[in-house]
């Protein structure tokens, strides 16, 4: 059974950085793509950043470009999400997430199967 297990949130003040971890378990994870998404109450969840498969190439939503780098350890089985110069709206509940047959990254979070319970990151101005 494939299991993700998010770590690392917690309350930052506004341009200071934290790192998340999703820890996966079940199969071998670096055949299959991987993504970050992040949700507020009352809102969809949100694209943040993903990986079609370790070694390729990453991607991300606009609004973390260049202040947010995805990453893969192939040998802990274990993504991670390192944020950086965090804003207020960057505040959400992060989860992880990874497909059940593809190698190819989406945006939509509807391709996505298994997804880890989440982490809270609250940024304070």
């Known amino acids: 059974q494939v299991q993700l297990v998010e770590s690392g949130g917690g309350l930052v003040q506004a341009g200071g950085s934290l790192r998340l971890s999703c820890a996966a378990s079940?199969?071998?994870?670096?055949?299959?793509?991987m993504g970050w998404f992040r949700q507020t109450p009352g809102k969809e969840r949100e694209f943040v950043a993903a990986?079609?498969?370790?070694?390729?190439?990453?991607y991300y939503a606009d609004s973390v470009k260049g202040r947010f780098t995805i990453s893969r350890d192939n040998a802990k089985n274990t993504m991670y999400l390192q944020m950086d110069v965090l804003k207020p709206e960057d505040t959400a509940v992060y989860y992880c997430?990874?497909?059940?047959?593809?190698?190819?990254?989406?945006?939509?979070?509807?391709?996505?199967?298994?997804w880890g319970q989440g982490t809270q990151v609250t940024v304070s101005s």
């Open positions: 990986a079609a498969r370790v070694g390729s190439a990453t």
């Open positions: 997430a990874t497909t059940k047959y593809s190698s190819s990254w989406y945006r939509d979070p509807n391709e996505y199967t298994y």
């Open positions: 079940g199969r071998t994870f670096s055949n299959y793509a």
